[in-house]
């Protein structure tokens, strides 16, 4: 088959009906798929044949999203997953289990950070959190002979840390363990991690992805580069026979299909975490123009985040894509065609300040979201980590001034006009002029 270009894809891959049947993915309604014979029901269910069977493990609707999300990241195989915490979760046990550990950057998602340090604690298994930018001599010091992988964030949420891929991926690869990253911030039409390096990508596509806030969804994708057989002790679930399923050896069986084969058959059987096709439907609909949206999400945020950085009532701001940027190098690197929507920054006169922009701004709503096509934002130190000390704040990063804002993709004129009449009701200086509107069109 021919291979299309990115953009092609996000409209096109992963569904091509046959002669007369509907244009666009169908929704697959049905738990369950009808078969002549009951041998080509018993030949399913010991992995003999590919079908579908029961909605819990595959949907024809859900298994074509994947397939595009798959042909997007350019890798092998992907599935997915009722929620990106599922995915993220999924992503872990697929190859870890009690007694097993793993390094992770420390400046991953929130949802991501408890998930590690308290529940994955509690089913046994051990997490060594790094400084991100910390030196490769530090990253490998981190490193156990039970430690399964490595993780980390594209661009990190919410503070924008851009993850050195490529480094990384080496790193894990001396230890003979994969890289897994999530690429919720960047998307693989800002960055494929796969092609740096990383083994396993995982994605809450609730965000960009789906584009709209309207779902709640994840995904993992496999490259298939990762070579299971050659650490058989490290990854028994994937390199010995599984009882479960007629003594099947993932790794041998299934070639560069095993390790999403096994979090189908294994940890979805089990768990159960699945999307519903209508979900994956909307997600697909997301999809066709992620290309397009992504332009325009990085666009606006360049030029939101260039006027605050040239406003005096503006205390900092934090872009990955400003040239001022610690990670601009990184961002040039990994990110060339922008990086993502989400800009921080501090408003002088702090937390009261800030209350004060947040509540004078018309346009841009409060919400608990990121990464959708309206423009939003959240202040972490009232909200959602309101229950930290000032003390305990200033050692996550997180600043009582720091606002989050997720730009999206109406007219840039008019989000920064919301911003700068906010700003002025939140420094009571009406005087302040009217904003200098840079069109800088967005090409790193
Ligand atoms: C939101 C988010 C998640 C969790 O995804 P949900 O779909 O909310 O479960 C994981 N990783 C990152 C980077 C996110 O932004």
Redesign the pocket.
Known sequence: MKKYRIETNCVQAGYSPKNGEPRVLPINASTTFRYDSSENMAKLFSLEAEGHFYSRLQNPTSDAVAAKIAALEGGEYAMLTS??????LFSVLNICESGDHLVSSSA??G??YNLFAVTLKKMGIDVTFIDPDSDSETIRGAFRKNTKLLYG?TI??PTLVVLDVERYAGIAHEFGVPLIV?N??ATPINCRPIEWGADIV??????YMEGHAST???AIVDSGNFDWMAYPERYPGLTQPDESYHGKVYARDFGKKAYITKAVCHLMRDLGATPSPFDAFLLNHGLESLHLRMARHCSNALAVAEYLENDPRISWVNYCGLKSSKYYPLTRKYLPNGSCGVVSFGVKGGREAATRFMDSLELAAIVTH??DARTCVIHPASTTQSQLTEEQLAASGISSDLIRLSVGIENVEDIIEDIDQALSQASGDPACPPPVIKKAPYNG
Do not use: L, P
């Open positions: 929620s990106g915490q599922a995915a993220v991953v998602y949802g991501t964030e990190s949420n999530d919720t911030f995982v994605h809450s596509t609730t965000k709640i969804g994840g990121v990464a």
